[in-house]
């Protein structure tokens, strides 16, 4: 854990990864159907590069996460959310499908939130 972060500081990053995964995860909304998806989803659709591009954010959340304290496990669990979305969705068009589901990054953001914030703090959605 990074000894000097407050705990204020821990609480505006998480605030900042919880806005990064709802972009990439759930920012737009399918009409009629109500199914949400992200960045990541559209991006995905680029052939080779596109789940290349979002496992950088990825990246960075586990990053965040050893910064702010996460243990091991924790961070090996983040890493294994972000494997399986980066080789499932390097599937064409199940690939796709799948991540509008997965949604490894409100993933792995729930994981940071139990790991950092504790078992009795408001959780956001």
């Avoid at 998480?14 to 949400?36: K, Q, S, T, Y």
């Avoid at 989803?41 to 960075?60: E, R, W, Y």
């Amino acid at each position: 854990m990074d000894e000097y972060l407050t705990h204020s500081q821990r609480m505006n990053r998480l605030a900042r990864l919880e806005r990064i995964a709802h972009r990439l995860d759930n920012r737009f909304r399918m009409p009629l159907v109500g199914l949400r998806f992200g960045w990541d989803s559209v991006i995905g659709l680029i052939p080779g590069v596109g789940d290349i591009a979002t496992t950088l954010p990825s990246a960075f959340m586990i990053y965040e996460g050893a910064k702010m304290g996460a243990r091991r496990r924790t961070l090996l669990r983040m890493g294994a959310n972000t494997a399986v979305d980066f080789l499932v969705g390097s599937i064409p068009v199940l690939g796709d499908l799948f991540d509008m589901q997965f949604k490894s990054h409100r993933r792995n953001v729930k994981l940071l939130r139990a790991e950092v914030v504790g078992p009795y703090a408001v959780r956001s959605a």
